[in-house]
Each structure stands twice: as C-alpha cells, then as structure tokens.
C-alpha cells in the first residue's frame, strides 16, 4: 500500500491583481484529472490533479485510495511502485470553511511484473519411441504471459504437427515420439511487461529397425495398382530400399518410372505390367541394425474381347448369329452375357434365341429383334463389352390410298398419288407402276419412280380406253406387294387422230364410181367409229 512509503508532494499557488475579493467565493473544480498510468514493478509512479478555485487559498486536493486517504497536494510519486500499489486512486479538491461540495477525479494505477518461470523442464529430456512425453513450461506475470514453443528456433504454428499438443496450464505434449521429434524445444513466456525463455533437448533413444506391417503376396491385373506396405519403426527412422530379385527399384536415391517409395515405407507400382511378377523385398536399416521382408507379385493378363460383335443386317425370317470371343488369363475362368437395351437376353424355350460362349444365335428374326445387343465378359482380370446393331429388314409392304383421277389439263393423261407404305427398315430404291388397258394384262409403265415423291402423272395414254393403275415399293430386300388396283376408269373420246388409209376410186358405169379405202389404225381411231363423210 502507498500508505506509508515516500510520497512527494508539490504545491502551487497562484495570485494576481485580478482576483476577486474574498467576500467572492467560486467551488472547486478539477481542471486536468489524473490519467491512467502503467508502471514497472520497482519504477517510479506519478499521478497528476489540478484543481481551481476562490479563494485560492482555501483549496485543498488530497489522495485516497480504498476510501482511506494518503496524502495531499498536486501530485502523487510512489518512487518505486510495488504490485499492492496497483489500483484505484481519487484525487479530491475542496475549499476550506466553505459549503461547496469537494469535487473528485480517479485514475487507475497498473503495476507489470515481467514474466517469471514457475515451472520450467530439465535441461535434457529422454524419450522412447512412440511413446508420449510432456515438456512442461508454466510462467507467471502481471498480465499473465502468453506461452509460445519453438522447436530448433522455429515456431510449432509453422510447424503445424498434430502430434504436438500445447495447455497453457502443463506445457507441450509430444505424442508417439518419432525419431524426428529430437532437437531443441524452447518455451518463451510474454507480456507487454517483458519476457522471458527456457529450454530443453529432446533426445529420442535410439532402435533397431522392426516391420509393424511387412509386405504380402498380391495379385493383381495387368494395367492396374499395385500396392505393397512396408510400415516400420526405428530410431533413428530406418531408410528404406525395395528390390526385385537383386535389382534395387525404389530407394531414397533411386527412382525408377512406375516404381514409388511411398512416405509410409510401402511400395506403389503403377501401372502393373506381366512382366513385373515375381518377388519384391522391403529393406529397413539404420544405425542400430537391418531388418527385411520379401512378398511376391503375380499379374494377371487383363480380360479382353478381342472378336467383338459387328453391326447386322439380315433379312426378316433369317438366322442372325452375334461373335463375341475373349482373350483372357489362362489361370482365370471367365463368363459371358448378353443384354438388349439393359435387359438381359436370355435363351428362348423353342430354340429360336440361343446363348453360347463366343456367340448369340437368334433365328426366324422378325422385327422385333431389332436393338443394340451387348456383349459383356466378366473375370476375376478384368471386365469388358462391347456393342452391335442388329437390324431386320423386309420386304417394304405395299404403297396405301393409291388414287388416279383425270387430269384437267390434259386428257390423256391421269393423276396418281398414294401414301408412303412401310420401308421393310431398308429404304426404298424405288416404286413400279403398272398400267392395265382395256383388261388387258398389266404390264410395266414406269419401272424406276423417285422414292421421294408419292404422287405421279401418266400421260401417253389413249383417248376411249378403259384404265386400271397399281404400284409396288422396292428395297434392298426385293420388289414388296402390289397395292390395290385403282378403279377402271375411261378416257374421254376424241376425233380420230388419223384419215382412212389407201383411199381407190374406179369408174364402174358411165354413171358410177366405185370409193375404196381402210378405215384408220385402231390405235388412231380415239373412240367407237361411228361413219365416214365422203366429199
């Protein structure tokens, strides 16, 4: 407590010419209060109070201090400030013999103890490995210090280990002791009032290498990973060298394509080819002595088909055969399926589908084993599929709707249109059209019609003659069913288109002449003949 210690005082006091009478009397007021002061522990303290007031003379400021008072004037030094001397203090000012109310102000004084260690570890600590060991560290203060832990002069923030665990109310935890943890641990303590540091080496005891998870046998396919473990522990951390046979593949100086030395110990071979069966050996060594352990690789060939099925096209009611063969490992059995949009396919009752390894046989087809067909193998080395199209194809049917009507323009020409009929799934070469006259027996008109169109006109043809049209679709499959025939329909009639032939005039009598001739061809005659005129 300031109670007691040596405290200066300082007073002043000012008049002049201007002050007022003392019958004039004017309360007291503190015009720059004490501030808020932080000290060392052991260094000098000053708090500062000015106050005003008529009559001057009567002014009095004093300090207290948890309601007990400590000493008057204008300032307060506590020449060598102690930590019970940290508080709360109140400078007070009031007029002697006067009713005014005496006025205060209050200022926090802080005192800082620099950091101290109150526990602090040995100057050398030993560790065995893969055990926990606590380094403890505890300092006191006023604040209370941070802690903060280097490891050989690096902060452990950067360091970033999980394995290392700081309490503020213990020290550091070092958890399953690695031969890497060994090195200088430094605890530094902080405060805005100082700091200070300890330190101690961690020595890590020194082990023979031993295989926690030595290699096994693998198997694998080729094309794939494979993975060999090789986990150990040692002090300090055993090197670790893989060979096959006596050839070193994987060492911390040797590095070969497709052989990795993994962080753990183990061994990664990527991508695993036939050549590489045989057997692998992990060697662990260190100071303290060598340790290895042998496993063996066996590699499969990988599972491929190798005669995949081809894209299809057969005629509707013929047999479609699917290939569909594997090379695989010798040492492996293999299995084959089949599926059509993802839906298996599976052998029919009668016959007609048939599964067998290397094929898929479907006879009578019809249009309803159009799809894709998948072929899939299965093995222990490996899977793989492959796809083909089958498609039935037939005769395309006959064209629908046929109509023939006169032509408006020309009459001797007809109109004919249809539907497109169903192309068989091959498309259409072409349509034939055939022309019946008279009831005569139906011969070709047009033997090659676009495809693409669907109606036509037939012209060329006699006036007076009866007319019946019927048309057929052709694909790649052959020539599909007539339609049905259009109704008999005539032309209308027109003037011959040619004069009487061979015309031959004779005298008989004096009186008579004999007119010969023949009558115009047939083709000619555009309707009934019905007589001549003869002039």
Not at 46 to 51: D, G, R, T, V
């Amino acid at each position: 407590m300031i109670y007691g210690l040596n405290i200066h005082l300082f007073f002043f006091f000012s008049f002049s010419a201007a002050d007022p009478p003392e019958s004039e009397h004017v309360a007291p007021a503190i015009v720059i209060g004490p501030k808020n002061t932080t000290v060392l522990v052991g260094k000098e303290a000053m708090l500062e109070c000015i106050a005003s007031a008529r009559p001057v003379n009567g002014l009095a400021v004093s300090w207290k201090r948890d309601g007990r008072r400590l000493a008057s004037g204008r300032r307060l030094i506590v020449p060598a400030a102690a930590a019970s001397d940290a508080g709360l203090y109140v400078c007070e000012a009031l007029v002697s013999n006067s009713t005014a109310k005496p006025v205060e102000a209050k200022a926090y004084l802080t005192v800082m103890e620099p950091p101290s260690m109150t526990v602090q570890p040995k100057e050398k600590i030993f560790a065995d490995l893969d055990r926990n060991v606590e380094i403890p560290c505890q300092a006191s203060g006023v604040p209370q210090p941070r802690i903060e832990w280097y490891k050989d002069a690096v902060p452990l923030s950067k360091l970033a280990n999980a394995r290392y665990k700081v309490s503020s109310a213990t020290g550091l935890m070092v958890r399953r002791v690695q031969p890497g943890d060994g090195g200088i641990f430094q605890c530094f303590a902080r405060s805005p009032a100082g700091e200070t540091q300890v330190h101690t080496e961690l020595l890590v005891s020194s082990v023979a290498p031993t295989l926690l998870s030595p290699p096994s046998d693998q198997t694998v396919t080729d094309g794939d990973t494979a993975l060999f473990t090789c986990q150990n522990s040692g002090a300090p951390k055993p090197a670790i060298t893989w060979r096959k046979g006596s050839q070193v593949i994987a060492s911390g100086s040797v590095q070969i394509p497709r052989f990795t030395l993994l962080q753990s110990g183990g061994l990664q071979i990527q991508p695993v080819s036939v050549q590489d069966s045989g057997e692998f050996t992990c060697i662990a060594s260190n100071s303290e002595g060598t340790i290895n352990a042998t496993a063996a690789l066996t590699v499969w060939s990988r599972t491929v088909i190798s005669v995949p099925p081809d894209d299809q096209r057969v005629i509707k009611g013929t047999t479609a055969v699917l290939a569909c063969n594997a090379t695989h490992d010798p040492r492996i059995k293999i299995s084959f399926k089949w599926d059509r949009g993802g839906v298996p396919v599976m052998p029919s009752s009668g016959g007609r589908v048939s599964v067998r390894p290397g094929s898929l046989t479907i006879s009578q087809t019809w249009s309803g084993d159009i799809g894709d067909y998948t072929c899939s193998v299965t093995s222990q080395a490996g899977n793989d599929s492959r796809s083909a199209r089958l498609e039935v194809i037939e005769l395309p049917h006959s064209p629908r709707s046929l109509t023939a009507l006169l032509s408006d323009s020309d009459s001797r020409s007809v109109h004919l249109s249809w539907l497109r009929p169903f192309d068989g799934n091959s498309p259409l070469l072409y349509y034939v059209l055939e022309l019946s006259e008279n009831n005569s027996p139906w011969k070709v008109y047009l033997s090659e019609v676009d495809p693409a169109v669907s109606e036509v006109l037939v012209g060329g043809l006699t006036p007076a003659r009866t007319y019946q049209f019927r048309l057929c679709a052709v694909n790649q499959v052959g020539r599909g069913q007539y339609s049905a025939e259009t109704q008999r329909m005539m032309l209308r009639e027109e003037a011959p288109s040619a004069p009487p032939n061979n015309i031959v005039a004779s005298g008989r009598t004096n009186q008579s002449i004999m007119v010969q001739w023949q009558p115009p061809p047939e083709s000619e005659l555009n309707g009934v003949l019905r007589g001549y005129v003869l002039r």
